[in-house]
């Protein structure tokens, strides 16, 4: 009973108690049975709710939000339905993907009521049978995916839920929202496996991009060997800049050949062949 309903049928019977009091019988018989009528007719409904009446059997009325009048005897209040968005768990439990790889798959559905007289009297209990097809949606679903498209694109599984569940659920007034996987879990056996795996591609693709530099690296080398060829400069620069990086290093001594020096220095003429020159680096 809501609060006015309550109210009213408790002013009456104080009313009618008062009207005992004061010897008034007719007065205390009326309010008295307009306390019954009250509390039995008076029904009001939140913003969310709706009430489902049958006047003796048949459908009479959807009613709410707000105070609203029943006959008593003749009306009966069948079902209440709440049409806020509600959400429902549901989960499938080794269930084979296409490619036979048993996964429990956890899963939450959101949905509302659209239409209260359909859910009220199509279905016996919609909330048993939303669970009911959820799950049964979700093991079709999974029958038909393969384990890695499962694992990867969980947004198609969602839409795909979405739409499989709404669409058998819409007849009862029933609207999906939207499907929500929470979690693929799958044997801990093919968890090393799949580990294993992914380290193994992870190792062919470093080894392919060492490969692929490696040839890139020898194109530049025989281009510059081209280079070097035609051009005797470019090559005496080169090696000017290998002695360069190679005395950066503070406290040792390196020997340059004294061909080497000739070879940077082609003007100078050296009289003893192979004397080695000793470059000390501070």
């Known amino acids: 009973m809501n609060a006015i309903t309550l109210f009213l049928t408790s002013a009456s019977v104080v009313l009618s108690a008062i009207s005992v009091s004061y010897m008034q019988?007719?007065?205390?018989?009326?309010?008295?049975?307009l306390a019954i009528l009250i509390s039995q007719s008076l029904k009001m409904a939140n913003v969310w709710?709706?009430?489902?009446?049958?006047?003796a059997g048949k459908i009479h009325a959807v009613k709410g939000p707000g105070l609203f009048l029943i006959v008593p005897v003749l009306d009966r209040i069948v079902m209440?339905?709440?049409?806020r968005i509600q959400t429902t768990a549901f989960n499938a439990e080794q269930a084979l993907t296409r490619d036979t790889v048993p996964v429990n798959v956890d899963a939450i559905i959101f949905w509302h009521v659209h239409n209260a007289e359909k859910a009220a009297l199509s279905i016996t209990n919609?909330?048993?049978?939303?669970?009911?097809?959820?799950?049964?949606?979700?093991?079709?679903m999974i029958g038909a995916s393969m384990l890695s498209d499962l694992l990867s694109d969980r947004k198609a599984a969602d839409t795909h839920l979405c739409e499989e569940i709404g669409r058998k659920t819409n007849d009862w007034g029933i609207t999906v929202s939207s499907v929500e996987i929470r979690d693929v879990a799958i044997p801990v056996a093919l968890q090393d496996a799949m580990s294993r795996q992914a380290q193994a591609e992870r190792e062919k693709q470093a080894r392919i991009i060492l490969g692929t530099a490696e040839a890139e690296i020898a194109s530049k080398f025989v281009d510059a060997a081209k280079i070097y060829e035609t051009q005797a400069g470019a090559l005496q620069l080169?090696?000017?800049?290998?002695?360069?990086?190679?005395?950066?290093e503070r406290g040792t001594t390196i020997l340059i050949p004294s061909s080497m020096v000739d070879f940077m220095n082609p003007s100078?003429?050296?009289?003893?062949?192979?004397k080695s020159v000793n470059v000390p680096v501070e």
């Not at 209440?80 to 049409?83: K, L, R, T």
């Not at 939303?130 to 093991?139: C, G, W």
């Not at 080169?238 to 950066?248: D, S």
């Open 268 to 274: 100078s003429v050296v009289s003893k062949v192979g």
């Open 126 to 140: 919609f909330l048993q049978a939303i669970d009911r097809v959820a799950q049964t949606s979700l093991r079709e």
């Open 80 to 83: 209440v339905i709440d049409e």
């Open 238 to 248: 080169r090696a000017m800049n290998i002695i360069y990086e190679t005395t950066k």
């Open 25 to 33: 019988s007719s007065l205390a018989v009326f309010f008295a049975l």
């Open 49 to 55: 709710e709706k009430f489902v009446i049958l006047r």
